[in-house]
Nanobody, 126 residues
Framework: QLQLVESGGDLVQSGGSLRLSCAAA????????IAWFRQVPGKEREGVSC????????NYADSVKGRFTISRDNAKNTVFLQMDSLKSEDTAVYYC???????????????????WGQGTQVTVSS
């Protein structure tokens, strides 16, 4: 059974960078779309970025475009989220999730993803 484990969350100053990892166990991620979501207490979960199962097409929320980059390393069965120029409003718990949809695109809709990791905390100090 597919299991996802996020890591890389930390406390960082505004303007800094972090790289989050989402490692999979139990099956290969090759044919899954993968997404990163984030959530702040009291607010709804927000889609941040996703990468498609075919062609590795990426999609980003407007709030992170130009600052975040999603990528996958199939050999390591891991998906990464490189976060640069971090802002205090990026503070949240970040989750990765998988979708079995096989497409050349991906969507940032929570309902499209059925497997979730436990989350990793990112805190950006101003």
């Amino acid at each position: 059974q597919l299991q996802l484990v996020e890591s890389g969350g930390d406390l960082v100053q505004s303007g800094g960078s972090l790289r989050l990892s989402c490692a999979a166990a139990g099956t290969t991620l090759d044919y899954y779309a993968i997404a990163w979501f984030r959530q702040v207490p009291g607010k709804e979960r927000e889609g941040v970025s996703c990468i498609s199962s075919i062609g590795d097409s990426a999609n980003y929320a407007d709030s992170v475009k130009g600052r975040f980059t999603i990528s996958r390393d199939n050999a390591k069965n891991t998906v990464f989220l490189q976060m640069d120029s971090l802002k205090s409003e990026d503070t949240a718990v970040y989750y990765c999730a998988t979708s079995p949809s096989v497409h050349r695109w991906c969507v940032l809709s929570e309902s499209s993803y059925d497997r979730w990791g436990q989350g990793t905390q990112v805190t950006v100090s101003s």
